[in-house]
């Protein structure tokens, strides 16, 4: 790793990576040496860069048009494994920086997180490190202790994830196949499978549990 930090900052919302450029305009040793809009961007951008050898870290968003976030960080951990990517979300930490640890992430930060704790966890995954927060350290004991019984979306295979947050997000089968370029059969089957692995019969009853889960993860 070089002596500054060298990153790529992975995020749909203009205003998102300009704010987090002036946060890490802060720490004169980070970096950011490139920037994506879609999945696919973060992906052409890290291969336009070679990897490890012009990035130390990748800070990527888990919704991003084009290709989720987490496929991203599967490819790259495939394809480039030397090349730390820490995850940065609106989405709950309890019900996803787990997730993102198990697809091979370095960390995961909520976007509400504090500045000075982002520069920091850039550096110690830059280094080699790991950033856990004690949330998400309590979350990964938790399923570590609970072994193979789960239940509800830790059952959820990745694809069956993507498909229950559009669902709880309201879009129709028929959108959610084409942002993710399946069959509306396709999609029809991950849906019958979520909900019986929620324990849920319909699309109403599956967005309060997608909101009881949200507020029990807040808790």
Partial sequence: ???????????????????????????????V????????????AVQQLQGPQGIDVVLLDIAMPGMDGLDVLQILRRDWPGLPVLMLSTYP??????????????????KSTDPDDLMAALRRVAAGGMHVTPTTAEALAS????????SGIELLSHREHQVYLLL?????????GAQLSLAPNTVSTYRARILEKTGTKNDVELALYAQKVTLSSRA
Wanted: charged share 20%; hydrophobic share 40%.
């Fill in 33 to 44: 040496v490139a920037e994506a809009d879609t999945g696919p961007g973060v992906l052409d």
């Fill in 168 to 176: 709880t997000q309201g879009h129709t089968v028929t959108e959610i």
């Fill in 93 to 110: 930490e309890k019900q996803y920086a787990v997730r993102c640890i198990q697809l091979g992430a370095s960390g995961y930060l909520n």
């Fill in 143 to 150: 399923l570590v202790s609970q072994g193979c019984t789960k």
């Fill in 1 to 31: 790793m070089s002596a500054t930090v060298r990153v790529l900052l992975g995020d749909d919302h203009k205003i998102v990576r300009e704010g987090l450029k002036m946060v890490l305009a802060d720490d004169p040793l980070l970096q």
